[in-house]
T-cell receptor
């Protein structure tokens, strides 16, 4: 597609429940990035992929967060045992070339943990 | 890692006036500086970018300047319009495949 498609737009989970978010990058883009936006503004890098391979996962809280980009499937970001502080908007972005910084963002998935 | 600071955090301008947002970065290896506009409930949208081999770039009412020596770059919006109201983010990357964002500037254009 011509846009980064993220689903769901909104997700509500009770503390301790699992949350899973999906992202379909722009067709032909081989790099996918996940960012977490908290407090309305601050962006935190989570993880990036080059095709189905993890490229950089330095931002991931590894004990509860995991992500995948499998061939012919949307990429996914999964949070096991959600905590209140996981409440945020999660943005997926794709890029034709990872080194240029030209990211195309989706509209985000808002996760609310109660 | 890279640290990007952005000022001001809020900016209110009269329609038709100019708006200027400034950012500083810490990593002298940074070589790509995009600016994103985020409207309420939307994802960030790239509006202009500049690379380290260029000092200034302009696209209609929007311009960006870069001072590599001082490690700062600025966004200039001229002849502001109500539709320019949004949150603007600067970012920087040294080509390590991830962007470091500033904290954002909420711009309000008063009619």
């Amino acid at each position: 597609g011509e846009e980064v498609a993220q689903t769901p737009k909104h997700l509500v989970r009770g503390e301790g429940q699992k949350a899973k978010l999906y992202c379909a990058p722009i067709k032909g883009h081989s790099y996918v990035f996940w960012y977490q936006q908290v407090l309305k503004n601050e962006f935190k890098f989570l993880i990036s992929f080059q095709n189905e391979n993890v490229f950089d996962e330095t931002g991931m809280p590894k004990e509860r967060f995991s992500a995948k980009c499998l061939p012919n499937s949307p990429c996914s970001l999964e949070i096991q045992a959600t905590k209140l502080e996981d409440s945020a908007v999660y943005f997926c972005a794709s890029s034709p070339r990872g080194d240029t910084g030209e990211l195309f963002f989706g509209e985000g998935s808002r996760l609310t943990v109660l | 890692g890279e640290n990007v600071e952005q000022h001001p955090s809020t900016l209110s301008v009269q329609e038709g006036d100019s708006a200027v947002i400034k950012c500083t970065y810490s990593d002298s290896a940074s070589n790509y500086f995009p600016w994103y506009k985020q409207e309420l409930g939307k994802g960030p949208q790239l509006i202009i970018d500049i690379r380290s081999n260029v000092g200034e770039k302009k696209d209609q009412r929007i311009a960006v300047t870069l001072n590599k020596t001082a490690k700062h770059f600025s966004l200039h919006i001229t002849e502001t319009q109500p539709e320019d109201s949004a949150v603007y983010f600067c970012a920087a990357t040294s080509g390590d495949y991830k962007l470091s964002f500033g904290a954002g500037t909420t711009v309000t254009v008063r009619a």
